[in-house]
């Protein structure tokens, strides 16, 4: 079994999931805080466990990488609004 989060979706019990990459931050994060759940109940064979790990956490590298862009893109905000800024003071 790879540990590589994006052969989770391939190796995950629940094979019929959408794709990681094709997933809003909404949808990932609601699908994380579910495979969250699952562990912590402890009911699922060791296996399946492995994969909802390894979905998890593709799931959270999706989600940090919706909130990195949107970080920088509010960066990219700020910076045009305050060159602006100066354009219109001097």
């Known amino acids: 079994m790879s540990l590589d989060p994006s052969a989770a979706s391939a190796s995950s019990p629940d094979s019929d999931l959408p794709d ?41 590298a999706r989600c940090q990488v919706w909130l990195d862009d949107a970080r920088a893109r509010l960066a990219a905000v700020a910076e045009q609004e305050g060159q602006d800024g100066q354009d219109t003071q001097g």
């Open 20 to 60: 990681v990459e094709s997933l809003t931050y909404e949808q990932a994060r609601e699908e994380l805080v579910g495979v969250v759940q699952r562990l912590e109940a402890g009911s699922a064979p060791l296996e399946d466990s492995l994969a909802l790990w390894e979905r998890g956490e593709a799931l959270a």
